[in-house]
């Protein structure tokens, strides 16, 4: 293994010292957190014209207004993080607006009060998130515990909540009503700031580390460059996922003729192997770097497009269902953890771009799926994923070279 990935692997290993009751109430914390988000998320866009009977174009203003304010508010939480500011009034704000906005649809659920308040109140919901990641890697930090196993665990959070909370949504909207929904959301929100109250220290900040002076000014712009390019491969990687993620329902019932529940059982497959793979990540990475794992990810997904691009039976379907589980848990587990060995000392902003890059490649996933499936198939929609991830892996060799510097950063 090259020296600088010995270095980043080094760092990564678990160390002695065990996770506290602190530790596991943090996790905690960010799964309801999650779980508060993904009930609303996805629901918003059917609430919007099932229950107001708006035009599903309608839909598209308030998600771009989400989106957009979304991204800004990961930076701007990134930024005052990484300038010493205190973590638990950034994270009540995500939680208190969260209730706002869930006890204000519950009681008054209007179109344009969804477009002119709502929206701004989900935005600093969403950026609970990439707050969550840089509070609980400083706590990591701080306590000596192992960094790449308390990621794991923390990205294992969402993915556990982001599997369970869009499902509990509609089977209440179909057993209770629309409005059971958000009413189920603010109660959970209760939960969610009785928690913060509890689990927040008071005084806890993470300032950033003034950079030696050993360090040359060409290694600092080597490792802001390394950043951006470790960033946009995670990107990459994002949007060829959601690309093949949102076009399997429809090509598996349309196109390949399975059965209507295959999506479901696809889903359920890869959801389940994703978290295992997640959880069994930092004993990998007692031995490989995150790099290396982020080559393998890139590696096992070309594969495993092409066979689900091709499938056309349920034992092909579970086979790639199972891949795909495999190659994002992998990607899931390691990738934070890569890009804030770029931070040189700005947790905040690189979680936050971490972030930001993967809702935008999300967003661009989504979109594309929807103008490649009109215009040819939505199996032409998985293949071009394979385009996307090779794209991806070239961006992952392209920045090696930074490597030398996170390296010389590690070792001063």
Same mark, same amino acid.
């Given at each position: 293994?090259?020296?600088?990935e010995?270095?980043?692997?080094?760092?990564?290993?678990?160390?002695?010292?065990?996770?506290?009751?602190?530790?596991?109430?943090?996790?905690?914390?960010?799964?309801?957190? &999650?779980?508060?988000?993904?009930?609303?998320?996805?629901?918003?866009?059917?609430?919007?014209?099932?229950?107001?009977?708006?035009?599903?174009w309608?839909?598209?203003?308030?998600?771009?207004?989400?989106?957009?304010?979304t991204?800004?508010?990961?930076r701007?939480?990134?930024?005052?993080?990484?300038?010493?500011?205190?973590?638990?009034? *950034?994270?009540?704000?995500?939680?208190?607006?969260?209730?706002?906005?869930?006890? %204000?649809?519950? @009681?008054?659920?209007?179109?344009? &009060?969804? &477009?002119?308040?709502?929206?701004?109140c989900?935005?600093?919901?969403?950026?609970?998130?990439?707050?969550?990641?840089?509070?609980?890697?400083?706590? =990591?930090?701080?306590?000596?515990?192992?960094? !790449?196993t308390?990621?794991?665990?923390?990205?294992?959070?969402?993915?556990?909540?982001?599997?369970?909370? +869009?499902?509990?949504?509609?089977?209440?909207?179909?057993?209770?009503?629309?409005?059971?929904?958000f009413? %189920?959301?603010?109660?959970?929100?209760?939960?969610?700031?009785?928690?913060?109250?509890?689990?927040?220290?008071?005084?806890?900040?993470?300032?950033?580390?003034?950079?030696?002076?050993?360090?040359?000014?060409?290694e600092?712009?080597?490792?802001?460059?390394?950043?951006?390019?470790?960033?946009?491969?995670?990107?990459?990687?994002?949007? =060829?996922?959601?690309?093949?993620?949102?076009?399997?329902?429809?090509?598996?019932?349309?196109?390949?003729?399975? +059965?209507?529940?295959? +999506?479901?059982?696809?889903?359920?497959?890869?959801?389940?192997?994703?978290?295992?793979?997640? *959880?069994?990540?930092?004993?990998?990475?007692?031995?490989?770097?995150?790099? %290396?794992?982020?080559?393998?990810?890139?590696?096992?997904?070309?594969? !495993?497009?092409?066979? @689900?691009?091709?499938?056309?039976?349920?034992?092909?379907?579970?086979?790639?269902?199972?891949?795909?589980?495999?190659?994002?848990?992998?990607?899931?587990?390691?990738?934070?953890?890569?890009?804030?060995?770029? =931070?040189?000392?700005?947790?905040?902003?690189?979680?936050?771009?971490?972030?930001?890059?993967?809702?935008?490649?999300?967003?661009?996933?989504?979109?594309?799926?929807?103008?490649?499936?009109?215009?040819?198939?939505?199996?032409? =929609?998985?293949?071009?994923? @394979?385009?996307?991830?090779?794209?991806?892996?070239? &961006?992952?060799?392209?920045?090696?070279?930074?490597?030398?510097?996170?390296?010389?950063?590690?070792?001063?």
């Open positions: 293994m090259p020296r600088a010995k270095t980043l692997a080094l760092e990564t290993t678990p160390e002695k010292t065990p996770l506290n009751s602190q530790a596991y109430l943090i996790l905690l914390l960010l799964f309801i957190g &999650v779980f508060c988000n993904g009930m609303i998320v996805p629901f918003m866009g059917f609430f919007i014209i099932d229950e107001l009977g708006r035009d599903p309608e839909i598209s203003i308030y998600v771009g207004l989400v989106s957009v304010l991204l800004l508010m990961n701007q939480f990134g930024e005052r993080f990484d300038k010493g500011a205190r973590v638990r009034p *950034l994270i009540a704000i995500s939680a208190l607006a969260f209730l706002t906005a869930t006890t %204000t649809l519950s @009681l008054y659920p209007s179109y344009w &009060v969804i &477009v002119g308040f709502i929206s701004i989900f935005s600093f919901s969403n950026a609970s998130t990439s707050l969550m990641y840089s509070f609980g890697r400083a706590y =990591a930090e701080k306590q000596g515990m192992a960094i !790449t308390y990621n794991s665990y923390l990205r294992s959070m969402t993915s556990l909540g982001w599997m369970m909370a +869009p499902a509990l949504s509609f089977f209440l909207a179909g057993q209770w009503g629309n409005s059971f929904v009413y %189920t959301a603010a109660s959970l929100a209760v939960l969610w700031v009785i928690l913060w109250f509890f689990v927040v220290p008071t005084d806890f900040t993470a300032a950033a580390k003034e950079p030696s002076s050993q360090q040359a000014s060409s600092h712009k080597s490792l802001n460059h390394g950043l951006w390019l470790a960033a946009t491969a995670c990107l990459f990687i994002a949007g =060829a996922h959601i690309l093949t993620s949102a076009a399997l329902p429809l090509y598996f019932t349309q196109e390949a003729k399975l +059965p209507t529940y295959a +999506p479901g059982l696809a889903f359920a497959i890869k959801c389940l192997t994703e978290v295992v793979v997640i *959880l069994l990540i930092p004993y990998a990475m007692q031995k490989y770097s995150p790099r %290396t794992a982020l080559y393998a990810a890139t590696l096992i997904a070309m594969p !495993t497009f092409y066979i @689900l691009s091709q499938v056309d039976s349920l034992p092909q379907l579970v086979v790639g269902a199972a891949l795909e589980g495999l190659y994002y848990g992998i990607f899931a587990g390691v990738s934070i953890t890569f890009v804030q060995s770029f =931070a040189n000392g700005r947790l905040g902003r690189a979680t936050s771009l971490y972030m930001n890059s993967l809702f935008l490649g999300g967003m661009l996933g989504n979109v594309s799926m929807g103008l490649i499936a009109s215009a040819y198939s939505y199996q032409t =929609a998985i293949q071009l994923s @394979l385009i996307i991830i090779t794209v991806a892996l070239v &961006v992952l060799i392209a920045s090696r070279r930074s490597d030398r510097a996170v390296e010389s950063g590690l070792s001063v």
